[in-house]
């Protein structure tokens, strides 16, 4: 049995440490590349309103509260304000070019309302893939909801516009994680790269 000194022990597990990390460099530079390409990056804009009666002393005594009436109310004004008419009203508050960019079947499949458990603010949100448009397009839904909602159920509470939304505060989504991908790439390659040096020193030894 052919004995192997220790220098060429170790020159054999240089040579796979080295070529570990340059297939798990690779690896994650494969992955990488895939997760750039795969990515998809939206933008959502929110903005908030708050649909209510007045209170008075009179309501606010009474029996049954104006401001339990109006919680009770928050899912249906959530279902108008997704409903195409708030899309139409809203697309005319946008600019010129938005309009073409934008028609009212796009925008209702953009826009969605929740309304918030316990209370009288409701959420309107839309996603798109310009923080810029994003914004518009949340307080243009905003304005169109205040239009329309008096006209599709009379009587509802006031409605009152909160703070407009803004390019800076819109949230970025990639619906990728590249950085994962990477990592699991790194990952990867570097068992592939310790698999095929063990083999190869493994078969080189038999060989001898």
């Known amino acids: 049995m052919k004995e192997y000194q220790?220098?060429?022990?170790k020159a054999s597990f240089v040579k796979a440490a080295v070529f570990t990390v340059i297939m798990a460099l690779l690896g994650g530079a494969g992955m990488f590349v895939v997760a750039k390409h795969k990515q998809h990056?939206?933008?959502t804009a929110e903005r908030f309103v708050v649909?209510?009666?007045?209170?008075?002393?009179?309501?606010a005594t009474s029996a049954s509260p104006i401001t339990n009436t109006d919680q009770q109310m928050m899912l249906t004004y959530?279902?108008?304000?997704?409903?195409p008419m708030v899309a139409k009203?809203?697309?005319?508050?946008?600019?010129?070019?938005?309009?073409?960019?934008?028609?009212?079947?796009?925008?209702?499949q953009d826009l969605d309302a929740k309304a918030k458990p316990q209370s009288l603010a409701l959420r309107l949100k839309v996603t798109t893939n310009s923080p810029k448009n994003a914004a518009a397009l949340v307080n243009a839904a905003a304005e169109g909801l205040k239009e329309t909602l008096p006209k599709i159920q009379p009587g509802a509470g006031n409605v009152k516009l909160l703070a407009k939304a803004t390019e800076d505060n819109v949230?970025?989504?990639?619906?990728?994680?590249?950085?994962?991908?990477?990592?699991?790439?790194?990952?990867?390659?570097?068992?592939?790269?310790?698999?095929i040096s063990f083999v190869v020193i493994t078969w080189r030894r038999v060989l001898k």
């Open 51 to 59: 649909i209510s009666h007045p209170i008075t002393t009179q309501t």
């Open 89 to 108: 009203a809203a697309r005319k508050h946008l600019t010129k070019s938005q309009r073409k960019e934008y028609s009212a079947d796009q925008i209702s």
């Open 78 to 83: 959530e279902e108008i304000a997704n409903d």
């Open 171 to 195: 949230e970025l989504n990639k619906s990728t994680n590249v950085k994962k991908y990477a990592a699991a790439g790194l990952a990867l390659g570097g068992l592939v790269g310790i698999v």
């Open 41 to 43: 990056i939206s933008y």
């Open 6 to 9: 220790l220098k060429d022990v």
